[in-house]
T-cell receptor, first 113, second 116 residues
């Protein structure tokens, strides 16, 4: 399975933008890039996903490199509620059904007031 | 729209016992998957069901099993519980409409299992 590499932790200030990087140099053409986050004592929460083009939704933006070997999750204006572990995951469809998500250790995002 | 619902939220079991956890997916979602989360191993995929059939399975022993009913609700069972089975068990559902890896997976709050 294609793997992702993320920094263990990042720190940012409240109300400032946050750029969370993810490297996935072995990504294949059928892999979608998904981002989830997990707040303490909660299940993971979907943030955003994309295939080739940059994506925006109400929570965040996803910038995908032209060669797709890296991507960046952008939180435009971080709040204390954004403090969580953020997971960058590659997901493919293998014909017999979509594979389960393979979670790495993710990036622990700390937001300072 | 109701999210993924898991019951019970918390439970304590004794070594050697068995446990059954229940999951109600988001209405209309036909795929249900289960994950185990522990401090040491992180989040790990257990198995996935679609239209009552197990399609994918993670690397867990046969003590871990599951099933899906015709209404898409799912249960997972762990037999002969071990201390190491103490974990947060997460259920997730998705539409799985055929766009494959582009389908969004929605997680429940999880069931906290403690084995003593």
């Amino acid at each position: 399975d294609a793997k992702t590499t993320q920094p263990n932790s990042m720190e940012s200030n409240e109300e400032e933008p946050v750029h969370l990087p993810c490297n996935h140099s072995t990504i294949s053409g059928t892999d979608y890039i998904h981002w989830y986050r997990q707040l303490p004592s909660q299940g993971p929460e979907y943030v955003i996903h994309g295939l080739t083009s940059n994506v925006n939704n109400r929570m965040a933006s996803l910038a995908i490199a032209e060669d797709r070997k890296s991507s960046t999750l952008i939180l435009h204006r971080a709040t204390l509620r954004d403090a969580a572990v953020y997971y960058c995951i590659l997901r493919k469809y293998s014909g017999g059904g979509a594979d389960g998500l393979t979670f790495g250790k993710g990036t622990h995002l700390i937001i300072q007031p | 729209k109701a999210g993924v619902t898991q019951t019970p939220r918390y439970l304590i079991k004794t070594r050697g016992q068995q446990v059954t956890l229940s999951c109600s997916p988001i209405s209309g979602h036909r795929s249900v998957s289960w994950y185990q989360q522990t401090p040491g191993q992180g989040l790990q995929f257990l198995f996935e069901y679609f239209s009552e059939t197990q399609r994918n399975k993670g690397n867990f022993p046969g003590r871990f099993s599951g099933r899906q009913f015709s209404n898409s609700r799912s249960e997972m069972n762990v037999s002969t519980l071990e201390l190491g089975d103490s974990a947060l068990y997460l259920c997730a559902s998705s539409l799985e409409t055929g766009t494959g890896g582009g389908n969004t997976i929605y997680f429940g709050e999880g069931s906290w299992l403690t084995v003593v």
